[in-house]
């Protein structure tokens, strides 16, 4: 019989999603099974990457709507699962959740307990929060991952959020850099629970086009990040970097791809700090378009705040572009500093000039030599096909 994996998420994953995906698919031609369980309900509840989906119901909205789902939540774990419903309540009740919080887990994963699974994934930190019994009650092993955003500004926004989860032996953890184990380690965690697994790229998909290849001594530098536009990646300390070396008499563009909350407060920034001419932003794009503006570009930039690790990066490695990175977390090991990159402390926009500048200045050769040296990295180190091994060795181990 073939291992049956549930992975937890807030939703089915999107095509551009390639981190799941690449995992789902990994699994399958391993073997496995791969149950998705989505925790924000959908409208749809089909096979998705040939997996079946399961959905939360929805404990919102109309009264009589509300009242259904709680009694067919009820009706499904006590007559169908009793010894399941027993076992979870009776674990939130060991672990100081009152009758209330327990019977309200209990009817949130109910959904959950009809499955027989060897193991149950939740694919971030906070998606194990409020369910962090449920692989035991159903006699699966448990792992989590955690990405980023969850390790580092879930707990400050939600005190004391996995007191519970980081209180259990028995799970196993995966997290994306060197830097986020050892935070995650600072929690209690032991060390040899956490397994560090990195992002990788379709390395046959990003590589550059010769032909096509912006020479970097034609003015303007042209200049590209890909990133949500949320204050994390660090775009307004960006901004203010260009914006001194415009008065520095540099030329450049800078094109920004992608969407987000804070486009009207960085649009606003580019305005007041007279870089309107200098800058564009391209919104969101296909992975085509993308990959077409990192080939006419010459300088990749990822000034972020709060980084996990950043496929973005690793693209614009992988098509010879010459990357300038934030020291935010997972970026100090995505770039080998001087070597494929460059690293410049967060939160400092005349240290970024300067290096932006210093890069500029780099003679054709010095240029060549990063650009290969980061090519053959994310080559040999990032693939696809490497992170699905991984993956299986965690499984298996």
Same mark, same amino acid.
């Given at each position: 019989?073939?291992?049956?994996?549930?992975?937890?998420?807030?939703?089915?994953?999107?095509?551009?999603?390639?981190? @799941?995906?690449?995992?789902?698919?990994?699994?399958?031609?391993?073997?496995?099974?791969?149950?998705?369980?989505?925790?924000?309900?959908?409208?749809?509840?089909?096979?998705?990457?040939?997996?079946?989906?399961?959905?939360?119901?929805? *404990?919102?909205?109309? %009264?009589?709507?509300?009242?259904?789902?709680?009694? +067919?939540?009820?009706?499904?774990?006590?007559?169908?699962?009793?010894?399941?419903?027993?076992?979870?309540?009776?674990?939130?009740?060991?672990?100081?959740?009152?009758?209330?919080?327990? *019977? /309200?887990?209990?009817?949130?994963? &109910?959904?959950? #307990?009809?499955?027989?699974?060897?193991?149950?994934?939740?694919?971030?930190?906070?998606? &194990?929060?409020?369910?962090?019994?449920?692989?035991?009650?159903?006699?699966?092993?448990?792992?989590?991952? @955690?990405?980023? @955003?969850?390790? %580092?500004?879930?707990?400050?926004?939600?005190?004391?959020?996995?007191?519970?989860? @980081?209180?259990?032996?028995?799970?196993?953890?995966?997290?994306?850099?060197?830097? #986020?184990?050892?935070?995650?380690?600072?929690?209690?965690?032991?060390?040899?629970?956490?397994?560090?697994?990195?992002?990788?790229?379709?390395?046959?998909?990003? /590589?550059?086009?010769?032909?096509?290849?912006?020479?970097? $001594?034609?003015?303007?530098?042209?200049?590209?990040?890909? &990133?949500?536009?949320?204050?994390?990646?660090?775009?307004?300390?960006?901004? =203010?970097?260009?914006?001194?070396?415009? /008065?520095?008499?540099?030329?450049?563009?800078?094109?920004?791809?992608?969407?987000?909350? $804070?486009?009207?407060?960085?649009?606003?920034?580019?305005?007041?700090?007279?870089?309107?001419?200098?800058?564009?932003?391209?919104?969101?794009?296909?992975?085509?378009?993308?990959?077409?503006? +990192?080939?006419?570009?010459?300088?990749?930039?990822?000034?972020?705040?709060?980084?996990?690790?950043?496929?973005?990066?690793? =693209?614009?490695?992988?098509?010879?572009?010459?990357?300038?990175?934030?020291?935010?977390?997972?970026?100090? !090991?995505?770039?080998?500093?001087?070597?494929?990159?460059?690293?410049?402390?967060?939160?400092?926009?005349?240290?970024?000039?300067?290096?932006?500048?210093?890069?500029?200045?780099?003679?054709? !050769?010095?240029?060549?030599?990063?650009?290969?040296?980061? #090519?053959?990295?994310?080559?040999?180190? *990032?693939?696809?096909?490497?992170?699905?091994?991984? *993956?299986?060795?965690?499984?298996?181990?």
């Amino acid at each position: 019989m073939k291992q049956q994996i549930g992975l937890v998420l807030s939703k089915v994953p999107g095509y551009s999603e390639t981190f @799941f995906r690449n995992k789902i698919l990994g699994l399958q031609k391993a073997g496995y099974k791969v149950v998705l369980i989505v925790t924000n309900p959908e409208k749809n509840n089909t096979k998705v990457l040939n997996c079946d989906v399961i959905v939360a119901p929805s *404990f919102k909205g109309a %009264y009589w709507r509300v009242i259904i789902q709680v009694l +067919l939540a009820l009706f499904k774990i006590t007559f169908l699962f009793p010894k399941r419903a027993w076992t979870h309540y009776q674990l939130d009740k060991k672990s100081g959740q009152t009758n209330k919080q327990a *019977f /309200k887990r209990l009817l949130q994963n &109910a959904y959950i #307990m009809h499955l027989n699974l060897d193991w149950l994934h939740f694919g971030f930190g906070m998606l &194990a929060v409020g369910r962090e019994h449920v692989a035991k009650t159903i006699q699966a092993q448990m792992a989590v991952s @955690f990405r980023g @955003f969850d390790l %580092y500004l879930s707990p400050l926004k939600h005190p004391g959020c996995y007191a519970l989860l @980081f209180a259990m032996k028995s799970v196993k953890y995966h997290v994306l850099s060197n830097e #986020m184990r050892t935070d995650l380690s600072s929690y209690g965690v032991s060390v040899k629970k956490i397994h560090i697994i990195t992002p990788a790229i379709d390395v046959q998909f990003f /590589k550059p086009q010769p032909l096509q290849t912006a020479p970097f $001594d034609k003015q303007p530098i042209r200049i590209v990040t890909v &990133a949500r536009l949320h204050w994390k990646k660090g775009l307004e300390y960006t901004l =203010e970097a260009l914006a001194l070396l415009k /008065k520095q008499g540099v030329l450049f563009h800078y094109t920004i791809i992608g969407s987000g909350e $804070d486009y009207e407060r960085l649009m606003f920034a580019t305005h007041q700090l007279q870089l309107h001419d200098n800058v564009t932003f391209a919104g969101r794009l296909n992975p085509k378009q993308v990959r077409a503006k +990192l080939n006419e570009s010459n300088i990749y930039l990822q000034y972020s705040i709060q980084e996990g690790f950043c496929n973005a990066v690793l =693209e614009a490695q992988a098509m010879g572009l010459l990357c300038i990175v934030s020291d935010a977390e997972g970026l100090a !090991e995505n770039i080998i500093h001087r070597k494929t990159g460059w690293v410049v402390p967060k939160r400092q926009p005349k240290s970024l000039a300067k290096t932006i500048n210093m890069v500029n200045n780099l003679t054709p !050769e010095e240029r060549l030599s990063v650009s290969k040296q980061a #090519m053959n990295r994310v080559q040999n180190t *990032f693939t696809l096909e490497q992170q699905q091994q991984q *993956f299986l060795k965690f499984y298996n181990k």
